[in-house]
């Protein structure tokens, strides 16, 4: 088998698997089973890929463990969230329900997430591939900066979910650690992993065609369901507040805020 045919394979568990996710959406009334299906991606397919590729086993599961890790916990902590204030739906869903009025625009948007969901697959299924013996600098630099953005935004998350169960600061916005130098230290660190997975794809043939994958990340988090989405919601609820952490402190990469 090769990487392309495996690929297919890839791609058609995802579509099987979305299809699944959107019918358990549409009878519990949530979207917002999406954010997690799509995180968990990842600790699906690499796995399968890295059993399957003919790779040196070193490269193929060192990239394969750090995946799975961000993955499983990504989608974990999306996944208690969800449950946690269901029935009630993440706001962008809300938005998205009154453009698309009936489930099947729904059922389009989650199998074009499928979709992406393998082609975001693509730094494993190279790796899976690779059978160079000894790993390359690019590749040792993508794993530290995973590792980093791995611990980032496992931090940014832990600060906002202790900051939104703490009763002293309902209807305020959260400065707490990374949140004082980023208005998304989630998101830049979320980004910031793709390029990690992007550089250690780049010690591996074809490896320079996954540079879509954080360009796309960056797309979506800066323009479309990331930042744009969450802002407006944060303006509507948080009001002047918010206005003022806007003018403070950094949309995106962490830096200093303003006095």
């Not at 959107?22 to 991606?41: C, F, T």
């Amino acid at each position: 088998m090769n990487k392309w045919e495996l690929f297919t394979i890839g791609l058609a568990i995802t579509i099987a698997a979305f299809a699944g996710v959107w019918v358990i959406s549409v009878k519990i009334r949530n979207y917002g089973l999406l954010d997690a299906a799509w995180s968990y991606g990842v600790a699906v397919l690499a796995p399968i890929y890295a059993s399957v590729g003919p790779g040196e086993p070193l490269r193929k599961w060192l990239l394969t463990a750090i995946g799975v890790a961000w993955s499983v916990r990504l989608g974990t902590y999306i996944l208690l969230r969800v449950l946690r204030h269901h029935p009630a739906e993440d706001p962008r869903y809300e938005t998205l329900r009154r453009r698309w009025p009936g489930a099947g625009m729904f059922l389009v948007f989650f199998e074009l997430q499928a979709v992406l969901v393998a082609l975001f697959s693509l730094p494993f299924l190279l790796a899976a591939f690779n059978q160079s013996p000894h790993l390359q600098p690019v590749e040792i630099g993508g794993l530290i900066l995973a590792a980093i953005a791995l611990v980032g935004e496992s931090a940014a998350d832990l600060q906002m979910s202790a900051f939104k169960t703490d009763p002293a600061c309902k209807g305020q916005v959260c400065r707490r650690g990374l949140w004082r130098y980023s208005r998304h230290p989630n998101y830049f660190f979320e980004s910031l992993i793709w390029w990690a997975f992007f550089l250690f794809a780049l010690g591996s043939p074809w490896g320079w065609i996954t540079i879509v994958c954080p360009l796309l990340m960056l797309y979506f988090l800066l323009k479309v369901t990331g930042i744009a989405l969450t802002e407006e919601y944060s303006l509507k609820s948080k009001g002047d507040a918010y206005r003022e952490y806007q003018r403070t402190t950094s949309a995106f990469i962490p830096w200093f805020p303003k006095s």
